[in-house]
């Protein structure tokens, strides 16, 4: 993969953990073989990662400490335009560069390399699509390699990837691949399903009852399909045909669909609940209804004042005090794991952050340490974690510091932790409540958990029922992402052929001028539509 990616402009993806970083490495030095007097630079989307990889470059790949930069917009201007005309490795991010380049501080005239980190983000305008077009129009000897673990979710993702940062090839592993495949970490994973307590049923009763005279209302005009249960996203487009019937309305016949896009807005709302009830207990679902009723949307200031949902409140905070038993079950894992095994540590992922907090207080009253890892952002009553601050947390983490890490989506990104001599790492997935519409991706949460290759446990984000054919056709889904990126980038490839020696077994393509893409049409999606095909 490094040989290829040496010589024209190639996305690289693989699973997170699996040798990108050393690719990058490979594909440097062979560069700077080549162009002596050149410069590699190395772009990720935030601080950590510049400063990881810059580490990984000295500490493991023997590029000497003089010789390689992390710049951010924390470095002072001068200081970045001195360190990028001494420099042969630079670790930037993006935005810092591209006010950089934008002001005339530095130009990419002798960069004989540039990487993009997390390649998937070079879509629509962020700073990576800017800096590829100027670094082509610079450099003297361009190459780029870009470099991801999920390349998009539908063709016309992986087509804008590919345009945005001029990729001549992809080259694409699975876990499943048999050069892969050895060098993979054991996982396994098990199901654990719980019952909803029954005080539950008191409030979701009601709720499905409110959300089933919504969906109602849209199935009889037409807006929504009568044959199956509608998800979040299918109730989320049906708002633009009805903005659309709403326009082409005149006024005397525009009440209906006014109050079908009341019923609309308002079915997203409570399934919403009724998805935290379910997956996250009582407890985050009061703190829904409470940010309800402080700030309300044009569905919620409506529905707030209906007496059905006022009874639902008051019938809410009379169970407040019920215990939710996916956090029984998953403290007495932990214990069992922390006696059996002093210096295990463990990730635990959850879907929303509201829950994190939960989390932790019941660890902390079974006397189990553990430490939250969010992101940047600030909410309501929950202040996010700086960039220093989660480096720190990481770092606490991988020297044993701390055990348990209880962290939100951000964690799958940037928990890179690596615990040495843990045995078997099987994958804990704890589900309650009952079984999810079809469509709400329980896919993702499969690949989510079997992505977690070190962690102890993993609470999954959602309930969905998924048996082990389920799982067995889901651990595919990488591969499909494969074909579809493939074919995205590839569309009818006439002029596509079979390379060997390293690259047997992958298609590398001579990509057609942008004026020849007519046509192109998206194949092997094994029954994928394009919103489930990533």
Known sequence: MARAASTVNTLVVLPTGLGKTVIAWLVSKARLEKFEAGK?????????????????????????????????????????????????????????????????????????????????RSVKDYSYTELAKSYKGQASAPLILGLTASPGGTRQRAEEIRRNLFIERVDARTEDDPDIRPYVESTSLEVIKVPLPDDYCKVLKPLRAIYNEKIADLVEAGFLSAEVSPTKTVLLRARGPLASRLKATDEVGREPIMRLLADQGQAVVILHGIELLETQGIRVFLGYLQRLRDEPGSAASALIKDGQWRSIEK????????????????????????????????????????????????????????????????????????????????????????????????????????????????????????????????????????????????????????????????????????????????????????????????????????????????????????????
């Open 40 to 120: 590699v630079v190395m772009l990720a989307p935030t601080k950590p990662l510049a400063v990881q990889h810059s580490r990984a470059f000295t500490q493991f790949a023997g590029a000497r400490e003089d010789e390689a930069y992390v710049m951010t917009g924390e470095t002072d201007p001068a200081r970045r335009s001195r360190s990028w005309r001494q420099a042969k490795f630079v670790f930037a991010t993006p935005q810092t560069i591209v006010n950089d380049v934008r002001t005339g501080r530095i130009d990419f005239g002798d960069v004989v390399l540039l990487i993009f980190d997390e390649a998937h």
């Open 315 to 534: 019938e809410a905070g009379e169970i407040s005090g019920t215990g939710y038993p996916k956090l029984e079950r998953l403290t007495e894992i932990l214990a069992d794991q922390l006696a059996t095994k002093k210096d295990s540590r463990v990730i635990i992922f959850t879907q929303y952050r509201d829950t994190i907090d939960t989390i932790i207080e019941r660890l902390k009253a079974a006397k189990i340490g553990s430490v939250r890892f969010v992101g940047q952002a600030n909410r309501a009553g929950d202040k996010g974690l700086q960039q220093k601050q989660q480096s720190e947390v990481l770092e606490r983490f991988r020297a044993g510091k701390c055990h348990v890490l209880v962290s939100s989506s951000i964690g799958e990104a940037r928990a890179r932790a690596r615990p040495s001599k843990l045995g078997p790492r099987p994958v804990h997935r704890i589900q309650a409540g009952h079984p999810v519409p079809p469509g709400r991706n329980p896919w993702r949460q499969a690949r989510q958990c079997l992505r977690v290759r070190w962690a102890r446990t993993s609470l999954c984000p959602s309930e969905s029922h998924l048996s082990g054919s389920d799982l067995k056709d889901q651990s595919r889904t990488l591969g499909v992402a494969r074909t579809t990126l493939r074919t995205a980038v590839r569309g009818r490839a006439p002029q596509a052929r079979r390379s060997h020696g390293q690259d047997s077994g992958r298609t590398r393509t001579d990509w057609p001028e942008p004026s020849s893409r007519k046509g192109w049409r998206t194949s092997g999606q094994r029954g994928h539509s394009d919103n489930k095909a990533l």
